[in-house]
């Protein structure tokens, strides 16, 4: 019988309310910052046949990565599944993408009918290896990151795999966080096995999997609608990540060539740099992740994030490349160039449909942690990811102080990092004239300072965006670039994009994210918006005159008319 449509939305939402209260439980009783507070943390399910249906309203960029990992438990236990097992996995060489996100997989049954799983994916604080946080940029081989966990069941049928617990508990630094954080994954996974198990009471098996097949086909029809809208042709751009964490100055290539051909679309990698040496390496799985965030982002209607919409899209990269590494090149650092990975396609994108494309952010997410030692012995350890602002687009300001969209996570609370960790936050703000220059000006950049108050400690931070700030598009202007500078005690001194490094109590780390592009050409923005902008500290006067050609007086503030019609007209000469 035809699925009433009014029935199919209702099923939608529910199974979308059932991966978001996996979600939720996540964040009520994790222990670590990064999950409770960051919500570094994605859930989805997956039918039977390892389709993922939902997703929950975190990390976009896990959206493409979960297919890959399912896939992987299938190849291994797709004959073997039983009530009350539970799967993980974190090894980006065996489906995962790097190893502080793990990945578990609980079977839903009703009654002896497999239904599919319910998938929880979370960044945990530590996995071993060589630097706190095992997401170094400068390590070399993923041998250094930590520990890795090919597919293998966390339980068998309801019986805890003690010997699992026990190797993970003895590698990491913190055992009863990592540990902690597993089982809040555990109970996310519980809740999204009892919601479907309820849905299907209601709704019956074979209605919810005739739901599950309407639902993928409607993500594909907006899917193959939205490249269809896309002029056909082949639209290429390069754009560049500073170094690879090991060889300062020496900047890694991200190309990429969008090929549409009527409603489907091919993402060539050719001329990406080879993998690299550094742990900025990105897995397949992360790449397409990337892709597909960019091609939603430009979506004219809203359809369920679900594997429908991966079926009119492929990704082509050469093994051994940075997008899609060989064993055993290290992955810690991948995020970074994901977000490149976003960048570059939009900036394909803008030579299609410039009017649908906004310009880059400030880069992507800046990973850093601070994890040491006290005077009585005592380790804590602090990692966030801090982020700021969308660049502009046409009829759409950049947009100050906000998650990445593609992350779509948070900064950490200044209390809840002061009371984490010995450290306390002496500087957070936004940065006046980060924003790139435009019609729509690009959003601002975030500062974030931090004095450690401990004994001493390692200091990991990657970022990046500093020798290739966030570019402008059809006309706009680059976003300001990224800096780090250190407080060594007696002076401050500029450090690297990616970098591990001591600090001691009274030493300070201040960075600042780049800036968001611009869209359009700057001196046609309205001058009463640049005077709004001067007034609310977002854009000096000096930066008025010469990125807007608009002319500020006062106090009290107000354009200068005949000087703004002259610094305008000087420029069209």
Not at 130 to 153: H, L, M, N, Y
Not at 161 to 184: C, F, H, K, M
Not at 414 to 428: G, W
């Amino acid at each position: 019988m035809p699925l009433d449509p009014i029935r199919l939305e209702l099923i939608k939402n529910a199974i979308g309310s059932v991966v978001d209260e996996m979600l939720l439980t996540v964040v009520r009783i994790a222990y670590s910052s990064i999950m409770k507070d960051t919500m570094d943390i994605s859930s989805a399910f997956c039918d039977k046949r390892g389709r993922m249906i939902a997703q929950g309203l975190s990390l976009p960029l896990h959206l493409g990565s979960i297919p890959d990992a399912i896939e992987a438990v299938l190849d291994k236990y797709g004959n073997a599944i039983e009530k009350g097992d539970v799967y993980v996995l974190n090894d980006p060489y065996h489906g995962g993408m790097h190893l502080p996100d793990i990945f578990m997989f609980k079977p839903v049954f009703v009654g002896d009918v497999l239904l599919g799983f319910a998938i929880l994916v979370a960044h945990h604080n530590d996995m071993g290896g060589r630097v706190p946080g095992s997401s170094a940029a400068d390590s070399t081989e993923i041998f250094q990151e930590g520990i890795r966990i090919p597919v293998v069941k966390l339980y068998d049928r309801g019986e805890a795999n003690d010997t699992l617990y026990s190797i993970l508990g003895l590698n990491v630094r913190q055992p009863e966080v990592v540990l902690g954080d597993v089982r809040a994954q555990l109970a996310a996974c519980e809740i999204g096995e009892r919601g479907m198990q309820e849905l299907a009471g209601r709704y019956g098996i074979e209605q919810l999997e005739q739901s599950f097949e309407a639902l993928l086909d409607y993500s594909e029809r907006g899917a193959r609608a939205t490249i269809r809208a896309i002029p056909n042709g082949v639209y290429e751009f390069t754009d560049y990540l500073d170094d690879d964490g090991v060889n300062y100055g020496i900047p890694i290539k991200v190309q990429v060539a969008l090929h549409v051909e009527d409603d489907e679309l091919t993402v060539d990698f050719a001329g990406t740099s080879e993998q690299v040496q550094g742990a900025i390496n990105s897995t397949l799985s992360f790449a397409k992740s990337a892709i597909y965030f960019a091609i939603r982002s430009i979506m004219l209607e809203d359809v369920p994030n679900n594997a429908g919409f991966f079926r009119p899209i492929k990704a082509v990269a050469e093994l051994g490349s940075l997008v899609n590494p060989r064993p055993p090149g290290a992955c810690a650092a991948r995020g970074v160039t994901g977000f490149r990975v976003i960048d570059a396609i939009a900036g394909a994108l803008a030579k299609a449909v410039p009017n649908r494309i906004r310009a880059p952010g400030e880069g992507g997410t800046t990973s850093y942690s601070i994890a040491g030692y006290d005077s009585e012995g005592n380790y804590s350890q602090f990692r966030e990811a801090v982020m700021g602002c969308w660049g502009g687009g046409e009829h759409k300001e950049g947009i100050d102080g906000v998650a990445n969209p593609a992350a779509n996570i948070s900064n950490a609370p200044i209390e809840a990092i002061e009371n984490s960790a010995p450290i306390r936050v002496e500087r957070y703000e936004l940065v006046a004239d980060s924003g790139g220059p435009g019609e729509w000006r690009g959003g601002m950049a975030v500062v974030r300072e931090l004095r450690y108050l401990g004994e001493s400690a390692r200091l990991q931070l990657r970022s990046d965006r500093r020798d290739h700030p966030p570019f402008g598009v059809n006309g706009g202007g680059s976003g300001a670039p990224s800096d780090n500078i250190f407080y060594n005690g007696e002076d401050w001194e500029k450090l690297p994009t990616k970098f591990v490094k001591p600090i001691k109590r009274g030493q300070s780390i201040r960075h600042t994210t780049a800036g968001g592009g611009g869209y359009g050409d700057p001196f046609a923005r309205p001058p009463e918006q640049v005077l709004e902008d001067v007034f609310h500290d977002k854009v000096s006067i000096e930066s008025a005159a010469r990125d807007y050609g608009v002319a500020v007086i006062g106090p009290p503030w107000r354009v200068d008319e005949d000087g703004t019609s002259a610094l305008r007209a000087e420029r069209a000469k």
